[in-house]
């Protein structure tokens, strides 16, 4: 038998590190037990009814074509649209392109920026799919560590003190999953002061923008790193699509040259129903305001039941899709606890060891449940830690 390369070994080492918890919530559930899901970042709600009816019509109207590779033209127009308010910049169509989704976005991105034995920092804790897109490149990467103490915003001295010769780019995640933490004009000044001084790259996963209450910057808004920095943007969360698979990279028109390039030989294109339906949604800002809202007011319903406790720091405002809580008051091994707690309260969150060593004592709780069940996961959470004793 002929074996598989080398390279698609590489890319997930381990595919199910750090999602025990989930796994056996997911078991729990299969017994028929009621379980509080709030271990991942999806929506409990369907898409908006405008965005499906038009996605009927687009079915209805022939839209089942292949489509330009880089998006059709009022796809790329739309999605200019939106990043002009996302990134705060004057986005030309010709600088998008569309792609299935912003995982797709994140492995072109380091396709078309690293080659193999490059080298790259991402800085943690960070998103699981990380280290896999970027293994997939042929690239190596050092993580540098962001911590609590520092609302998890990283320091500019240990992105330096990585760098090497071979570095060619930084990963940043803003606002961040899982740490919810909203990157500072003066922690992006100083991100990018670095690439410019060593003369990188920035890919920047801004998928999270519409849930920051207003407070989201872009690295491509600060002086120097317009071209520098390539911006990844998706529907999945700011319009409550995640399984229709639509996302953007916002760069140069060089850089959309080589994206669509790279469209070419992956996607070929677009689905075509969803390319219309999508570019109807973006031009009218269909769910955005609605879901940034239902964040909203879940997260206050989360904090009024949780209260104030010495056992557990929040350490963002309700917004945010998650909630980043330290819970080192209580424990260290935050996978223990969160095992204990599914146990005995059928809550299930994300241990922070899931993410990188220093997000361990915290845990992840995402609001993808209804207000009533995120209540309840809040007065349970308070309660099991009260009486927690590692
Ligand atoms: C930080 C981050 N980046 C990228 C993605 C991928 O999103 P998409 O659904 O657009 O592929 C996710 C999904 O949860 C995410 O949390």
Wanted: charged share 25%; net charge negative; glycine share 6%.
């Amino acid at each position: 038998m002929p074996l598989p390369s080398n390279r698609i070994g590489q890319i997930s080492e381990s595919d199910l590190e750090g999602w025990e918890v989930y796994i056996e919530a997911l078991r729990l559930q299969r017994d028929g037990k009621d379980v509080i899901m709030t271990s991942i970042g999806e929506h409990d709600f369907d898409p908006p009814h405008e965005t499906i009816n038009a996605c009927k019509q687009a079915l209805d109207n022939g839209h089942h074509n292949y489509t330009d590779i880089p998006g059709k033209p009022d796809l790329r127009e739309s999605m200019a649209r939106v990043s002009n308010k996302a990134l705060n910049l004057d986005i030309k169509p010709s600088e998008v392109v569309a792609m299935p989704g912003g995982q797709s976005c994140l492995y072109a991105a380091m396709q078309a920026t690293l080659d193999p034995g490059d080298h790259v920092i991402v800085i943690g804790p960070h998103y699981v799919t990380y280290p896999g897109t970027i293994r997939a490149a042929g690239a190596s990467f050092t993580v540098v560590n962001a911590f609590s103490e520092d609302g998890f915003q990283p320091k500019a001295e240990l992105i330096e003190a990585a760098i090497q010769d071979n570095t060619k780019a930084i990963l940043i995640n803003t606002p961040n999953n899982p740490t919810c933490a909203i990157y500072s004009r003066e922690t992006l000044e100083a991100i990018s002061d670095i690439c410019i001084r060593h003369d990188l790259w920035v890919i920047s996963d801004e998928v999270y923008w519409s849930l920051s209450n207003g407070t989201h910057i872009s690295p491509m808004a600060i002086k120097g790193m317009r071209d520098r920095t390539i911006a990844i943007l998706s529907m999945s969360k700011s319009h409550g699509l995640t399984g229709w698979r639509v996302g953007w990279i916002v760069s140069t028109e060089a850089m959309a040259y080589n994206f669509t390039q790279h469209n070419l030989v992956s996607n070929y294109g677009m689905n075509d129903f969803v390319s219309k339906a999508a570019s109807e949604a973006l031009q009218n800002d269909f769910g955005l305001e609605e879901i940034a809202d239902t964040y909203r007011k879940r997260g206050t319903v989360f904090l009024d039941a949780l209260g104030n406790t010495n056992d557990i720091r929040v350490l963002n405002e309700p917004g945010s899709m998650y909630f980043m809580l330290d819970v080192r008051a209580k424990a260290k091994d935050t996978k223990k606890f969160a095992f204990e707690f599914l146990k005995e309260e059928l809550v299930a969150v994300m241990p922070g060891e899931s993410f990188g060593p220093t997000a361990a004592g915290h845990l992840r709780i995402s609001l993808g449940e209804s207000e009533e069940r995120i209540k309840e996961a809040a007065v349970r959470l308070r309660r099991f830690a009260s009486n927690y004793t590692e």
